[in-house]
């Protein structure tokens, strides 16, 4: 198959995302976020969760890898972790460009933070979405 086909194939996924209600969004979602922290996320929150001494040293670590990312502690149990672009390669190529997409971020948030911390320890919210046309996406993550 080329490419072509997968665009118009993708795009078809796209126009759909925009017309589930939320229940099916985080079925998809939450399949998808799953593939995605397992491509890479997942394994990386844990390899450098397991060289820092305690939570603020990984936060630092982490705010320091990537100049697209910050990570701080905003209380002693919230974290914020920000994007001044969206990293997801099925924006950066053009395929999807729904705000609901965000929802996939959120969850892939989700399972890398459960994997150094525990199930059920945290709860992300989204607070910002430059795919809602905001200039950065924010997430707040909550040590339960």
């Known amino acids: 198959m080329d490419k072509k086909f997968y665009s118009h194939w993708i795009n078809g996924i796209s126009d759909a995302i925009d017309e589930l209600d939320d229940k099916s969004l985080d079925v998809i979602f939450g399949n998808c976020a799953r593939a995605c922290s397992e491509s890479f996320t997942k394994e990386w929150y844990m390899d450098e ?68 911390l525990g199930e059920s320890k945290v709860d992300v919210t989204l607070v910002k979405s430059i795919l809602a046309g905001d200039d950065i996406c924010q997430f707040k993550v909550e040590i339960l």
Do not use: G, H
């Open 49 to 116: 969760y397991s060289k820092a001494k305690d939570l603020d040293e990984f936060v630092k670590n982490m705010d320091s890898k990537f100049d697209s990312m910050n990570m701080r502690m905003s209380a002693p149990n919230t974290i914020i972790v920000e994007y001044t672009a969206c990293l997801c390669p099925l924006y950066e190529d053009k395929f999807i460009d729904s705000p609901k997409l965000c929802q996939c971020s959120l969850k892939s948030l989700i399972i890398n933070w459960e994997a150094i």
